[in-house]
């Protein structure tokens, strides 16, 4: 049945293209897939719009394809445009896919502890992992059916594997084995992708363009406890603010994404609900009706907490399970993408979403900021938000606080009574003084970005201005360079593996920055401290970074450490 469903699609689709389109005329022509295995899966992508071909007449079926190539196909699958980008500026082409990816879940940066590199080939664990990531489905971690499952276990992909190969999306090799670091080449993402495309039309009624053009098609209706509302009278929320538009503004995508305000939503999705009868409603999906117009489903009932106050708040309980008591509690802020909110200035959702500045934060990415009613105050990581009927409970991490007794100048260090900052004339104790991000800092409620504002400090009887300043939560101590600081030279560098020094002349070493490899004599790179140097303008940290003698194996920093009796900077390297 699914697969007569597809064929009736494709048949539509391209009926529909002839006139509009040379695309599929050019996907038959090209000159390497005729009698390829996958040439049918391909030319089907292609008709799609999912997919092209390269501007010399060709496909490549058998090349690798790149994580770049893979992530913008799967976000054409999912009718998802990008709509913003998390690191400004790049000179790569996918570089907003990636951004989106990253933003829905798909993409997750740690994973890749060596830096995401777009160009490189995509692997088949990865590729399981992101179409299962896509589908919103949970990872299965019960036994595999592969020979190699060893080799699977040991894997960060293990459990998406298995769901990617129940869901009959993946499958494995004839020889019984996955093979999860084999690169995938673009012939079989074709094929997995279309298995995809099976998937989504699997879940419920389809949506299809066949009855006009999908560019012309408004939501006529909304069906919720089989009631039918007129779209015309629906209020529709975005990022749980309210929005001028209505229900009936709504433009359909497909089944599972749909268009409002010039952005793109992914459904069902937290980012736009409707309200009906007092209560929030996520969208679920579009569906047909039976004269065959679109009509929308909802979903989950969503509760939504605004201006709120400290009576709100059940509990807050830390790392340990000890409640905080809110009758101990003056006041309560969350410091939420670098600025700090009072508690009547953020909505949450009974999904734990924190709503701020048009955007929605997932509580794991939100600080607490407590002062009691004796004046102390300090920082909790937020994990997660529960509810206890109206009233809310905030379970969090470790305390977090910049409160420390030592302050390292420079790379030597001083008690914090021995430091005194000054912006203009006006004279702060550093323990009057937050740092809650790297060069950014917290005084009297009003926050400072150090590169904006000069800012000295003074210590040892001399007053110098501060070039950078952040918190090291491993030592506990606030780390500040100024602009007196002398660089450590590179042949103070002594490289340490297994406790044994290495013979590496510094002119021959080599670390990973940016997804570059840049000698450590370069004129642009400065050793400013024992645990930070500078490159082209920017600061980076020594820890976790990959290091290479030439063009020799790679290595990893774990450590770094000032040695005072021979004067010299020891890097370990496992």
Not at 266 to 273: K, V, W
Not at 305 to 334: C, H
Not at 353 to 374: G, H, M, W, Y
Not at 389 to 402: F, P, T, V
Request: charged share 25%.
């Amino acid at each position: 049945m699914q697969d007569f469903i597809k064929s009736i699609i494709i048949v539509v689709l391209i009926t529909t293209l002839q006139f509009n389109s040379p695309l599929l005329a050019g996907a038959a022509e090209y000159k390497d897939l005729s009698g390829h295995w996958a040439q049918k899966n391909i030319e089907s992508l292609v008709t799609y719009h999912y997919i092209n071909g390269y501007p010399d007449g060709t496909f490549r079926p058998d090349q690798p394809i790149s994580r770049a190539e893979f992530i913008t196909l799967l976000l054409n699958i999912l009718h998802v445009k990008p709509s913003f980008s998390l690191t400004g500026p790049s000179t790569h082409w996918a570089q907003a896919q990636i951004d989106q990816a990253v933003d829905q879940g798909i993409i997750l940066l740690h994973e890749y502890p060596y830096g995401y590199e777009p160009d490189g080939s995509l692997n088949r664990g990865e590729l399981a992992t992101m179409v299962i990531r896509a589908l919103k489905k949970q990872p299965d971690y019960g036994p595999l059916p592969f020979s190699d499952a060893e080799q699977i276990a040991n894997s960060a992909y293990r459990g998406y594997i298995k769901t990617a190969y129940s869901e009959g999306i993946i499958s494995g090799y004839p020889d019984g084995k996955f093979k999860p670091y084999n690169p995938v080449t673009r012939a079989q993402a074709a094929t997995v992708c279309l298995n995809l495309i099976d998937k989504l039309q699997s879940t419920g009624p389809i949506w299809n363009p066949a009855y006009s053009s999908v560019s012309s098609q408004k939501i006529a209706g909304l069906i919720h406890d089989d009631h039918r509302y007129d779209p015309f009278y629906v209020d529709v929320y975005i990022d749980g603010e309210t929005s001028p538009y209505f229900l009936s503004d709504v433009e359909v995508i497909n089944q599972y994404s749909v268009k409002l305000a010039g952005r793109t939503f992914a459904l069902p999705s937290g980012e736009l609900r409707v309200y009906l009868q007092g209560d929030y409603y996520l969208l679920s999906r579009v569906v047909n009706d039976s004269q065959g117009k679109p009509v929308i489903e909802v979903g989950s009932r969503i509760k939504q907490w605004e201006y709120l106050n400290v009576s709100d708040i059940y509990a807050i309980y830390d790392s340990e399970g000890d409640r905080l008591s809110p009758n101990s509690i003056d006041s309560i802020q969350f410091r939420i993408d670098g600025d700090y909110f009072d508690l009547d200035q953020v909505k949450i959702d009974s999904e734990g979403v924190f709503l701020v500045k048009n955007r929605r934060f997932p509580a794991d990415q939100i600080t607490i900021r407590i002062r009691e009613s004796n004046d102390k105050s300090y920082q909790l990581k937020l994990k997660e938000i529960r509810f206890r009927g109206d009233e809310i409970i905030l379970d969090c991490n470790e305390r977090e606080s910049n409160f420390a007794s030592h302050v390292e100048i420079n790379g030597r260090r001083y008690r914090v009574s021995q430091v005194t900052i000054y912006r203009g004339n006006t004279r702060y104790d550093l323990d009057d003084i937050e740092v809650f991000s790297r060069d950014r800092i917290r005084i009297d409620d009003t926050n400072y970005n150090i590169n904006n504002y000069t800012f000295k400090c003074e210590y040892n009887n001399r007053k110098e201005v501060i070039k950078g300043i952040y918190y090291d939560r491993d030592d506990e101590l606030i780390v500040i360079r100024t602009d007196n600081i002398d660089s450590i030279a590179v042949s103070d560098l002594v490289f340490i593996r297994k406790g044994v020094e290495l013979t590496w002349p510094p002119s021959q070493v080599e670390l990973r920055i940016n997804n570059r490899w840049v000698r450590l004599d370069n004129r642009d790179l400065y050793i400013i401290d024992p645990d930070s140097f500078e490159y082209d303008g920017r600061t980076y940290d020594f820890l976790d970074t990959r290091i290479r003698r030439s063009n020799t194996d790679e290595y990893i920093i774990n450590r770094t450490y000032w040695n005072d009796k021979r004067d010299e900077l020891g890097i370990e390297i496992s």
